[in-house]
Every structure is written in structure tokens, then in C-alpha cells.
């Protein structure tokens, strides 16, 4: 069974640009994370989505949105890019929506912003 | 302010011997544990996991360990192997439903042969 996939899975950007970053559940999963990993540190939370609804967002600025497709597929956009954006982009599904749910990771997107 | 601490950057262990990675919390509110080993270029790959009603989880070589009044957990791989050798992070995740997991730094273990 294919775990959760991600595309691209490396890309650079120039400052002010717009990136999107797209992320396919494990089959059968409803909901899908999104977090940020920077060099040297854990993977920190952005944003949450289970049946294509916002569930919890973390403390990224409005720069940072993303979506859930009636397919449970999401993308993460991310506008105005600064150098600080660059950094590993996981995506995360899991079956339910709920603490105690098993969270699985896809590879991620590493985002370089020159 | 960092709420999930994993105070050791870097571990080292002979293969066969116990490996013991160490985690804390500071948020009352985390009731569920997870750990996770990350190796370079791939996503985090879930270990184990253990609820705050529990002391204690097994799986194979793993046990992860709660202690609740001490807000700190571990992580006991036995034996270690040399393909143990990754960066293994804990995480917390709130009560009430949410996924947001978060995070301490990681610890690189080592598991030299």
C-alpha cells in the first residue's frame, strides 16, 4: 500500500514567490497535517484539515494557507516567500480525527528560497 | 518556550546494548506520546506510541516508559542494532482531539558495531 506521497520532493524558489505544496493521504485517511522542519530541529505544526475542514492551525503568519479536496488530498500554499521559508515540508495523514490516532509522515518537500 | 525537550543531542551505544533516549514535557494538558526515527532525506517513520493512562508500551525491541508526575518519558531500544542508528524524536499531542503534534529536537543515536 502506498504511505502518504508528496510532490515535488525539492524545489527553489525566489524571495516573493508563491510555492505550492501537494500531499496524497494513505488510502483511507481522512485527515491530513501539515509541519515545517528546519535544520536542526523537530518538525513544528502548521495546519490541520480532516473532511476538508480546518481543525487546528499553528502559529505560522497568513502568509501560509492550505486546503482539503473532496478526495482528502491537501496542498499547502505558501506566499511572499522569505529565506526563513526554506525548510523541509512534511505532510502527515492519519485515519480519524481525534488525539490517539497514529500519525503517519510522507518524505517531504524540501523548499529552498534564494 | 519549548514544551517537549529532549536534552540530548547526540547518543552513542555498542550494538547489542540497551539504548535509552529521554524525553520531557512541560504542558499538563499532552496525554498522548508518540516516538518517531527520522533517518536523512526520508519523513519520520512512527515507532511507538503510549497513552498518558498507561505507564508503559511495548513493541518488540521498544518500550517506551511514562512517568506523569515527573512529565518525563523514555524511549529503551534492546539490543540496539547498527540500522537503529537515526535521529529520534518525541512528540506530545494535546487533549481534546487535536493532531498537533509537537515536537523536541531530536536525539542522534549511534549504534556503533
Known amino acids: 500500500d502506498a504511505g502518504v506521497t508528496q510532490s515535488p520532493t525539492h524545489l527553489i524558489k525566489t524571495r516573493g514567490q508563491q510555492v505550492t505544496l501537494r500531499c496524497s493521504p494513505i488510502s483511507g485517511h481522512k485527515s491530513v497535517s501539515w509541519y515545517q522542519q528546519v535544520l536542526g530541529q523537530g518538525p513544528q505544526f502548521i495546519f490541520q484539515y480532516y473532511e476538508k475542514e480546518e481543525r487546528g492551525r499553528g502559529n505560522f503568519p497568513d502568509r501560509f494557507s492550505a486546503r482539503q479536496f473532496p478526495n482528502y488530498s491537501s496542498e499547502l500554499n505558501v506566499n511572499a516567500l522569505l529565506l526563513g521559508d526554506s525548510a523541509l515540508y512534511l505532510c502527515?495523514?492519519?485515519?480519524?480525527?481525534?488525539?490517539?490516532?497514529?500519525?503517519?509522515f510522507g518524505e517531504g518537500s524540501w523548499l529552498t528560497v534564494v | 518556550d519549548q514544551q517537549v525537550k529532549q536534552n540530548s543531542p547526540s547518543l552513542s551505544v555498542q550494538e547489542g546494548r540497551i539504548s535509552i533516549l529521554n524525553c520531557d514535557y512541560t504542558n499538563s494538558m499532552f496525554d498522548y506520546f508518540l516516538w518517531y526515527k527520522k533517518y536523512p532525506a526520508e519523513g519520520p517513520t512512527f515507532l511507538i506510541s503510549i497513552s498518558s493512562i498507561k505507564d508503559k508500551n511495548e513493541d518488540g525491541r521498544f518500550t517506551v516508559f511514562l512517568n506523569k508526575s515527573a512529565k518525563h518519558l523514555s524511549l529503551h531500544i534492546v539490543p540496539s542494532q547498527p540500522g537503529d542508528s537515526a535521529v529520534y524524536f518525541c512528540a506530545a499531542s494535546p487533549r481534546g482531539g487535536s493532531e498537533k503534534l509537537v515536537f523536541g529536537k531530536g536525539t542522534k543515536l549511534t549504534v556503533n558495531p
Open positions: 502527515a495523514s492519519s485515519s480519524n480525527y481525534g488525539a490517539g490516532n497514529t500519525i503517519y
